[in-house]
């Protein structure tokens, strides 16, 4: 069954009088699967936004149709087992990170036995335990989006979506962000990533659908379009001086064509990963 | 599936995060502290021996100051608190729930009436309490002029401390009915404002220009008068002050009055609301 | 050409339906809820708003008409009555007349200010101009009348102002009574002043006694005790202000005065508080 079912959603904006209209979505057809984490990738301004707020009944497409576990998208019903973490959020500075997930516990339906147990647990989850009880105006911005995620599944929604949930944070934070994210892969629940960065997309999700000024231009396995078909890559592991030579003599008296040597190289942030993570990162937490 | 029924507790929730978010700002505070300045301020009045005039005097500076700060707390929270929902993102979060538009609206109304209903009460009590004490005073120093008791009835200081948390509370449904269609708040809070005035003259305006030879000026001004409360009619305070009672009918007759206009606005909000792209 | 009408066309389509619905709702909501508006208003309060208006702006500018029509009307007369005080309290005249019209012409309902008004022009303005006019003793005797005289004929003019928006209070007949008495010298018309205000329902108990005072005074003995003959069974005899004794006493005077035979004389009745209380002077 189809966790989502978005049918040829068109969408025009019109900003003022003297502004010519704009269509932020044009005929955008997709479907993501019960289980699946799905990215949807694009640059600023494709649409990525509108179509995550189309499909959470925010906005009303001009055209097309958009359900949700087979309840169309606009209807209250389609929202009761959703969560959602939109871009960039800003909670109410005076509530404390506790009151505010509680708030949306109950929003959610939560059954009131054992309300205030699940929100310790999902608060724990997230790994703002120590914080819960303070303001959220005092959090730093990787708090706040651990607190967005927390009132996101506080009401153990099956369809999780997330609007560039590692926006402004830092790597330590956007990686432990990818770890909560990958969890709710194994346990089964549907996840709508949205993002502008494809190494995000590329360590997250199953499939991606690409959009590009509003059009539906890509989608597809990641592992089917990161794959360099017909290309075989060996990793070896101190290779002794001068079998180089003969290593590359013996492919090509195989027919087999040699391209080149690289020496491999590691990502700067899985450096600065290791680097900070091995020195606590919890203690660079803006108190 | 299923339907999700509308749910008064969910209003009830989204009043209280907003009343609690609205105490802790501290401008409730801010404006009770100010109200209770000018009252207390009152007081100075003894200093010119006016006798059982001097009641009348902090009783018309007390209800004063609560119009006044009291209008500003009712258009501004109205306004202010819908729209920084808008800004921060946070109705995003609320609607992605299974909850209605309208007892979002609702819910915003509902938080902003309690909060308009604990200034009221706490700056009338204050009104009271100085009330009594200087009445108290008045009494031992003239006691011929309080032959038949105390002059000040307190029930009428009651009552008309409710009459004016219910023309506020028809404010501030205006306004947020203002917020649900406008695009900014300062749009929705001077909205507001020229409602208050409009409320507040527009019965002068019908015995002015109702008068008037012109059946298009007339006309003009008769539809105008109908898109408006008529703010006067809240004006009791001045009748307290005087010593005057506030019949059982007069106060029924507001608070119908008031019920009616606050539902036609919040009805007009909630469709508003569902109309808006957010 | 044809993208800037489809987005003419869009905007209006969808905010203006938004807008004109509103719009008709509002209007059929006024206009169902007038009645209501209408039953809440007093139609005397309202006919005199628009006179009152033109005088008050042409006096005081469009500022202080906003506030008083803006529903600070009590507190805007509070504060001139204010400025009132602190022109008398300088004695300067012309201030204290014009302030004194102003304050009542703004709020006309409490009562204080018209009756403090008619005690500051019929007694504190005559004091201020006989000072003026030399010093004490120096005065002529005509000079002297005249300005006591047309001091209290301000004030007697004030007071019928007064009596216009307050025609059952006992307390302006009273002081319109004491003005004739104390500033005109004129006991029989103070004394028609006192009868009018005893026979109204807020009446204090002196007035009565007052006026049978005068009465004796002006040579009308035997009207005095009829009167008193009248007033004393409606005496609560449990109130001191009442003075029901010493009523009685007054008609027992009058009696010996007036040699009233003693099977003719008022025998004080044995009637309940109750009674007493409902029972009117006729």
Known sequence: MNAIEIDGITKDFTPGLREAKVRALDGVTLRIREGEVMGLLGPNGSGKSTLLKIVLGLLAPTAGECRIGGVPSDRVEARRRVGYLPEAPDFYPHLTGFELVLFHARLGGTARVGRKERVEAVIAEVGLVEAMHRRIGTYSQGMRQRLGLAQALVTDPRLVILDEPTSGIDPIGAAEIGEMIYGLKTQGRTVLLSSHLPGQIEDLCDRVAMLDHGRLVLQERVEELTRRRGQTALLIDRLPAGTLGELRSWLQAHGVEFQGVETPRTSLERVFLETIGSLGKKGNERS | MNRVAFSPARVRWIAGNTFREAVRQRLLLLLILVAATMTSGALFFSDFHFGSSELKFVTDVGFGALAFFGAILSIVSSAQFFFDEIERRTVLTVLAKPVWRAEFILGKLGGVLLLLLVFCGLVTALLAGLLWWRETGLMKAHPGTFETGRVVTYAGVAWCGLVQWLKLSVLAALTLLVASYARSSLLAIMAGFVALVIGQLQYLARDFYGMMDSSLARGGVWLGGLLFPNFQLFDVADRVGAGETLSAGLIGGLAAYALAYMSVYGGLAVYCFRHREL | ?282
């Not at chain 3, 033109?54 to 906003?66: D, E």
């Not at chain 3, 001091?151 to 004491?178: F, I, K, T, W």
């Not at chain 3, 009829?226 to 009523?247: K, N």
């Open chain 3, 1 to 282: 050409m044809a993208g800037w009408r489809s987005t003419v066309s869009g905007i209006v389509n969808s905010r203006a339906k938004v807008a004109a619905v509103v719009g008709a709702v509002l209007l059929i909501a006024g206009a169902a809820l007038r009645p209501v508006e209408a039953a809440m208003r007093k139609a005397e309060a309202r006919a005199g708003m628009p006179g009152r208006t033109r005088r008050l702006s042409a006096i005081v500018g469009q500022g202080t008409s906003m506030a008083v029509l803006g529903g600070f009307r009590a507190l805007v007369a509070d504060w001139l009555w204010l400025k009132t005080y602190l022109a008398w309290a300088a004695c300067d005249l012309p201030a204290t007349q014009a302030m004194l019209r102003l304050v009542t012409i703004v709020d006309e309902r409490p009562l204080g200010f018209w009756l403090n008004g008619a005690r500051i022009i019929a007694y504190d303005m005559t004091e201020w101009r006989l000072r003026s006019a030399g010093r004490e003793g120096a005065v002529p005797a005509a000079v002297r009348r005249r300005i006591l005289e047309e001091q209290a004929g301000m004030a007697l003019r004030y007071l019928e102002d007064a009596r216009s928006y307050h025609p059952e209070r006992a307390a302006v007949c009273v002081e319109m009574a004491n003005i004739h008495l104390n500033s005109r010298g004129d006991p029989a018309t103070a004394a028609r002043w006192y009868r009018q205000a005893a026979e109204l329902p807020d009446a204090p108990y002196y007035a009565a006694r007052i006026y049978a005072e005068l009465l004796k005074h002006l040579g009308r003995s035997r009207e005095a005790y009829a009167w008193l003959r009248r007033l004393h069974p409606t005496l609560p005899p449990d109130v001191e202000a009442a003075g029901s004794r010493i009523v009685l006493g007054r008609i027992r005077n009058l009696e010996r005065t007036l040699e009233i035979p003693e099977n003719e004389r008022y025998v004080a009745p044995e009637v309940d508080v109750e009674t007493r209380r409902s029972q009117k002077i006729d």
